[in-house]
């Protein structure tokens, strides 16, 4: 069977049997994946305490017959030791992982992803917690907002999606493909001006700068604006937000 090395994050561990897990892990070499870690449940396992969700780890993993690789051997990079001190930090890392999770596709490495979540790790590991909620952190959103990049699905904020025009944008169309004016308005969300400024300021500028560029009273509606931008683009509804 074959088997490669890869820098990975484990983005969940999910219990399998008595003695093993399965994780999905988002690696440098073939971006999401799952494997299996056999024993990683056993107390004696050394691998197991080192596969927990958020850590930086190298592994080798062997390819099976089906999408299901075994980890064989596990060795740590960075436990992002941070995260478990405070609840605020491992709940936003909770929403960071978890929307890796969803909007990463299967085996497509990519190196913006890979470096904008090791990034966002590293920040949250040592970033005092702001007021609010975890979900609504300036890293987390900051972070959601570049995996839409990544993606490919980042919406037009700086003029009407609709029209091109540069009139006042009032609204938010996910089928338009961003911010619309009010004469394009039909059908599209309501949207304050806020929020769409702070979406397109943690687009454009470093993921550091995130906290300064999301005022509180406009988290929520950035969280609304990303969390549509994926349920039109992908069907995606993150457990970790607000319903829409
Ligand atoms: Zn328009």
């Known amino acids: 069977m074959a088997a490669y090395d890869t820098e990975a994050i484990v983005l969940r561990s999910i219990r399998y049997s008595e003695a093993d897990v399965v994780l ?6 073939r971006g999401r994946v799952s494997a299996i870690a056999k024993g990683a449940r056993r107390t004696t396992s050394k691998m197991g305490g080192r596969l ?3 850590v930086r780890v190298q592994v080798t993993i062997h390819e099976g017959r089906g999408d299901l690789g075994t980890i064989r051997a596990a060795s ?10 405070a609840g605020h930090r491992l709940q936003a890392a909770g929403c960071v992982l ?5 909007v990463m596709p ?7 992803a890979w470096h904008l979540l090791v990034r966002t790790l590293d920040l949250l590991a040592r970033a005092p ?3 609010g909620p975890a979900r609504l952190d300036p890293l987390v959103l900051g972070c959601q907002a570049k995996l839409l990049i990544v993606s490919g699905l980042m919406p037009v904020l700086g003029s009407c999606a609709r029209c091109g025009g540069a009139h006042p944008l009032v609204a938010f169309s996910p089928v338009a493909g961003g911010a619309v004016c009010a004469d394009c ?5 309501p949207v304050e001006p806020g929020a769409l400024a702070a979406l397109a300021g943690l ?3 470093p993921l550091a700068e995130a906290p300064d560029l999301v005022p509180a009273g406009d988290a929520a509606g950035v969280e609304r604006l990303i969390g549509l931008v994926l349920r039109e683009h992908l069907g995606v509804q993150l457990r970790s937000a607000a319903p829409l």
């Open 185 to 189: 308005g039909a059908g599209a969300e």
């Open 76 to 85: 740590m990079i960075d436990a992002h030791a941070g995260l478990w001190v």
């Open 52 to 54: 927990q969700p958020g």
């Open 129 to 131: 917690a702001p007021p």
């Open 24 to 29: 999905a892990l988002t690696t440098r070499e």
């Open 203 to 205: 687009v454009g500028r």
């Open 106 to 112: 299967e085996n497509e490495p990519s190196e913006e």
């Open 98 to 102: 978890e929307t890796a999770m969803r």
